[in-house]
C-alpha cells in the first residue's frame, strides 16, 4: 500500500507521516517512510533524532561530490541511503539531487517517480510531501492508495487542504485529518472548507509540541496523548485496509 501525506507547509504532515509510519511498524508492519521534502526533518518525527537525520542527507549529498558511489536501482538506493527508524520502519530520504549522470537513479529521481516505481508489494510505503500541491497535482491516478490530506483551522492551510482534496479526489481515496483543532470553532471552520467529508479529528496536543522541542518522535514521548491516540488508531485503520478481501 502507498500513502501519501499532503497539505500546507506547518499543517502537520511530517508529525502525521512519522507517527503513523511508526504506529505501522509497531504494529508489526513492514514500513519504508519516504521523505520528499526538500528540507527533510521526517527523521525528526520517526524518533531518528536530529543529527542522524542531518547526517542521512549527508551521504545523500556526497553523491554531487562524488564522495559516494551511485547506485543504479531503487531498492538499492532504499539499501544505502537508508536508515533504521525505531519499530522496524525503514526511512529514506528522496530529496533529489540534480545531477545530470545519464540513467542514474539515484541522482535523477524525484520523489513522486520513486512513489511510481517502487514495488509496494507487502509493506506499507508512506510518503511525506514537500508543502502544497505540486506532487499531488502531478500524481497519476491510482499511484497511491491513499492521500492524507492535512488541514489546519487557519483560513490559507484550509485552501491549501480544499484544493488537495479536489485535486486528489479524482485520482484516488483521500482521507482529511484536521489537525490542531482546539474547539468546536476550529471544528466548524475546517467543516465549512471542507464539507461532506469525515474528518479524522487530532487536538492540539501538548505532547506533540513538546516532542518537537525536543527533536523526538511524540510516540515515544507519550504514545497515550490525545493527538498520538488518534493518529496510531488511523494507522490501524490504515492497516485493516490494506488487508485483501
Ligand atoms: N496536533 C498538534 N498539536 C500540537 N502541535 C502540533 C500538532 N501537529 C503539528 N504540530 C506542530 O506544528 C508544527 C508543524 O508540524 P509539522 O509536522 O512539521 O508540519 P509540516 O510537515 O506540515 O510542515 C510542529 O512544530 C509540530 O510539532
Ligand atoms: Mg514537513
Redesign the pocket.
Same mark, same amino acid.
Given at each position: 500500500m502507498k500513502i501519501m501525506v499532503a /497539505?500546507? /507547509?506547518? +499543517? /502537520?504532515?511530517?508529525?502525521?507521516s512519522g507517527t503513523v509510519a511508526r504506529a505501522l511498524g509497531r504494529a508489526g508492519h513492514s514500513v519504508l517512510a519516504l521523505d520528499a521534502d526538500a528540507n527533510p526533518?521526517l527523521g525528526v518525527?520517526l524518533g531518528v533524532g536530529a543529527e542522524r537525520t542531518d547526517l542521512l542527507l549527508g551521504v545523500r549529498q556526497g553523491l554531487e561530490t562524488g564522495e559516494v558511489e551511485h547506485e543504479p536501482t531503487i531498492e538499492g538506493m532504499i539499501e544505502r541511503f537508508g536508515a533504521d527508524a525505531p519499530d522496524g520502519v525503514r526511512l529514506v530520504v528522496a530529496n533529489r539531487i540534480d545531477n545530470d549522470t545519464p540513467g542514474c537513479q539515484c541522482c535523477g529521481v524525484s520523489a513522486d517517480q520513486l512513489l511510481r516505481e517502487l514495488e509496494d508489494g507487502e509493506r506499507t510505503v508512506l510518503c511525506?510531501l514537500e +508543502?502544497g500541491l505540486g506532487t499531488v497535482l502531478r500524481m497519476a491516478p491510482d499511484s497511491v492508495d491513499v492521500v492524507l490530506v492535512?488541514a489546519n483551522p487557519t483560513a490559507k492551510a484550509l485552501e491549501v487542504a480544499r484544493r488537495a482534496v479536489a485535486i486528489a479526489a479524482d485520482k484516488t481515496e483521500v482521507i482529511v485529518l484536521a489537525?490542531?483543532v482546539r474547539d468546536d470553532a476550529d471544528l466548524d471552520a475546517i467543516r465549512a472548507a471542507i464539507p461532506d467529508r469525515e474528518l479524522i479529528v487530532?487536538?492540539?496536543?501538548a505532547t506533540? +509540541?513538546r +516532542?518537537?522541542r525536543d527533536g523526538l518522535a511524540p510516540i515515544d514521548l507519550d504514545p497515550y496523548s490525545p493527538?498520538v491516540t488518534v493518529l496510531v488508531a488511523l494507522a490501524d485503520r490504515l492497516a485493516g485496509a490494506a488487508v485483501p478481501g
Open positions: /497539505g500546507k /507547509g506547518g +499543517a /502537520g504532515k511530517t508529525t502525521v526533518m518525527s511525506d +508543502a492535512v489537525n490542531r487530532v487536538p492540539e496536543d506533540i +509540541a +516532542a518537537d493527538g
